[in-house]
């Protein structure tokens, strides 16, 4: 196709993108963005053969489609990239809090339906082209939706290995989009604009943090989220029952987006009166996650979080 029309034809998928919720949205050739892309994928291999992942197994189970997306999606011919903000106002207080991104219904549907929706516009508009198909990513498959975000130009990878848009932050979600199509665009790199700041690698209490790569061994997130049974040593929770944002909480990126966002509503799921947790059982527990995304983290996993927090540091 030549080059006036794969930009209009992305000026089209990038505007009905806006319109189904998504700010800000890029995307990538990937015959152009291979050589680039293998060198983060190698890095990706190289942070798993020194067990970074802990014990999630599907990270290693996924190496070989993350090195090869061709695996994923075998008529790959571009990579869209989008990102979704999220309430950036923190959920609870110090003696009992939840991650942000949970403050919501399950993100990996709402970024699903709302990429459907720009799709479906645009076949009824008669702007996709002929046998267009795609495979949507929101942490569904073994993609390295962060590198294909930032090879897309959505933002930059910080230090404390989020992605970062030089205006909404990271408290933001990511979707990725393989398709059959080409847009005929190159990589395009945001400047890394964390400069000599190392707040958030400070900010971490576990040390989880080197520049620009995570330990989720020792990572409250995963700690919290990601990690089943026992942990074999006590974790300072910070009050976090499940995720963490401490590392986000100290980016400059963010605290300018939590002054410009209204507060919005606590979702309901996300219970911090420690009487009602102290007695829940697990069918209550079962049934306020329900097609949540704390739905992840099992009954017995969150009692263990909850009961780490010294209960004297609680506010009653
Ligand atoms: C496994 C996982 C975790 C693990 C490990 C996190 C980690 N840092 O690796 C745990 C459970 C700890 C976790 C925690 C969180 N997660 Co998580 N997680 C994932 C998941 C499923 C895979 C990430 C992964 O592959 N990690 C392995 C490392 C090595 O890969 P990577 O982080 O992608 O890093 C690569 C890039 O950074 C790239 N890279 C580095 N520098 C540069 C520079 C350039 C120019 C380029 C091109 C690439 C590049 O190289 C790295 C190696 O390939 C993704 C979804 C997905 N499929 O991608 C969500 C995802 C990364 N998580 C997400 C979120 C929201 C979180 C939490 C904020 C949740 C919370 N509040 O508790 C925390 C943040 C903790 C943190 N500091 O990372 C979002 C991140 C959004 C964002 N703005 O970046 C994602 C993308 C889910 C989504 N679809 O929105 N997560």
Redesign the pocket.
């Known amino acids: 196709m030549e080059a006036s029309r794969t930009d209009s034809l992305w000026d089209e998928f990038s505007s009905a993108l806006n319109r189904a919720g998504f700010p800000v949205s890029g995307a990538v050739d990937y015959s152009r963005a291979k050589g ?1 892309y293998a060198t ?2 190698h ?2 291999r190289d ?1 798993v053969n020194s067990g970074n992942h802990g014990e ?1 197994g599907y ?1 290693e189970r996924g190496l070989a489609r993350r090195l090869d997306p061709a695996l994923v999606f075998p008529e790959l011919q571009s990579v869209i990239a989008v990102l979704k903000p999220y309430p950036p106002h923190p959920v609870g207080d110090e003696s009992l809090r939840y ?3 949970l403050n919501g219904p399950d ?1 990996h549907e709402t970024m699903k339906a709302g990429l459907e929706q720009a799709f479906s516009e645009l076949r009824q508009t008669g702007l996709l082209p002929e046998g267009f198909r795609y495979k949507i990513c ?2 569904t498959s073994a ?5 294909w975000a ?2 897309c130009g959505i933002g930059w ?1 910080g230090k ?4 970062i848009h030089p205006v909404l932050g ?1 408290y ?4 990725v989009v393989f398709t059959n199509a080409s847009f005929g665009r190159d990589p395009v ?1 945001l400047k890394d604009y964390c400069g000599n700041c190392t707040r958030c690698l400070k900010a971490c209490p576990t040390e989880a ?1 080197r520049s ?1 790569e ?1 330990d ?1 061994r020792k ?1 409250i ?2 700690l919290t ?2 990690k089943r049974g026992e942990w074999r040593e006590a974790i300072p929770t910070s009050g976090f029952v499940a ?3 401490l ?2 909480e100290a980016c400059p990126y963010n605290l300018k987006i939590v002054k410009s966002t209204p507060p919005c509503d606590e979702a309901s799921h996300l219970i911090k009166d420690a009487t009602v947790l102290e007695t829940e059982t697990e069918s209550a527990y079962r049934e306020r996650v329900f097609g949540t995304a704390l739905e992840r983290v099992k009954y017995a996993d969150f009692q263990r979080n909850f009961r780490a927090t010294p209960r004297g540091s609680r506010k009653e």
Do not use: K, P
Not at 172 to 175: D, K, S
């Open positions: 680039l983060h994928a890095r990706y942070w999630m990270l991650a942000r991104y993100y929101v942490d993609v390295l939706e962060r590198t930032a090879l990878i404390n290995t989020l992605l990271s933001v979600f990511l979707g790199l943090l620009h995570l989720s990572c997130s995963y989220l990601e995720g963490c944002d590392c986000q």
